[in-house]
């Protein structure tokens, strides 16, 4: 017979009940899984594609730039310094934080020292009792925060924003991985790009943060390309796309703001359509 207990069902246990379960799971996995298990939950938000734990006691909030000084004046130099992991706006491995040469010896400690005392300094400085800093993915793998908080912590640390998420196609319009060599050069092209925009002052619409964004970079040198799916193989179940060059980027960009369909903009180095990017916002 196998029991299953959800994150909720677990939380309305004793505290009893719930210690003698850690008990019984102390080996090291076990007692690693056990002590997150415990964690401030979060709302979901369905951001990203991980699926988040949900608790009704708990609620994640997103912190303004005030609010993170606040927090930040009032926690351990060493929870300070964790925080920057969170402040790149990446879900954050755990195994990252724990073990070896880690911030943190072990996963309760990570929880006790860290995300307990985080939570509740944050509860302290916003006078909100059932604020949480921090949600994770289903598997209990990845930690994250707001994506407002983690761009609230990178003006306290002075970091500069992040590059965003990139889609990036080859010639034929088929997917690369990011980490393919051959999205390389343009990856570090953009890069450079992306430290002249103030992300501060995008548009908070999707739309037209996309279409302020690829002007940017358009202004920037780089030249714009239209991806179009052009058949589907049945065969091998995948699509056939076209690739051509926008000879007023502008005006598309500008089209794009009001229009959606089949069609899809990238950026590419100047002359060379080898490897094109897409901005995922």
């Known amino acids: 017979m196998m029991l299953v207990l959800s994150p909720h069902d677990f939380q309305k246990l004793s505290p009893a009940c719930r210690s003698e379960l850690l008990r019984l799971l102390m080996d090291d996995r076990g007692s690693a899984d056990a002590a997150f298990f415990l964690s401030e939950s979060s709302e979901a938000d369905g951001s990203i594609e991980t699926?988040?734990?949900?608790?009704e006691e708990k609620k994640v909030v997103s912190l303004t730039v005030a609010e993170a000084g606040d927090l930040?004046?009032?926690?351990?130099?060493?929870?300070?310094?964790?925080?920057?992991?969170?402040a790149v706006g990446q879900p954050v491995p755990l195994v990252d934080l724990v073990g070896q040469g880690k911030p943190y010896k072990n996963y309760i400690e990570l929880k006790r020292s860290f995300v307990g005392a985080v939570n509740r300094r944050l509860r302290t400085v916003s006078g909100n009792r059932n604020a949480a800093l921090f949600s994770s993915d289903r598997d209990q793998t990845l930690i994250k925060v707001k994506p407002k908080t983690a761009q609230s912590l990178r003006r306290i640390f002075a970091m500069p924003d992040p590059l965003p998420l990139m889609e990036y196609c080859d010639q034929q319009g088929q997917e690369l991985a990011p980490s393919h060599p051959q999205c390389q050069a343009l990856a570090q092209k953009l890069e450079e790009a992306w430290k002249q925009i103030d992300s501060t002052k995008l548009p908070a619409d999707s739309v037209e943060c996309f279409a302020t964004v690829l002007q940017h970079l358009v202004d920037r040198g780089f030249e714009l390309y239209v991806r179009s799916l052009k058949n589907w193989d049945q065969d091998t179940d995948t699509p056939g796309y076209e690739i051509h060059t926008v000879i007023d980027p502008l005006m598309v960009i500008e089209n794009r703001r009001t229009e959606h369909g089949?069609?899809?903009?990238?950026v590419g180095l100047p002359g060379d359509s080898s490897t094109l990017a897409q901005?995922?916002?």
């Open 51 to 55: 699926e988040e734990v949900v608790s």
């Open 72 to 86: 930040l004046g009032n926690i351990s130099d060493r929870s300070s310094q964790t925080l920057k992991h969170f």
């Open 262 to 266: 089949s069609v899809e903009l990238f």
């Open 279 to 281: 901005p995922k916002i």
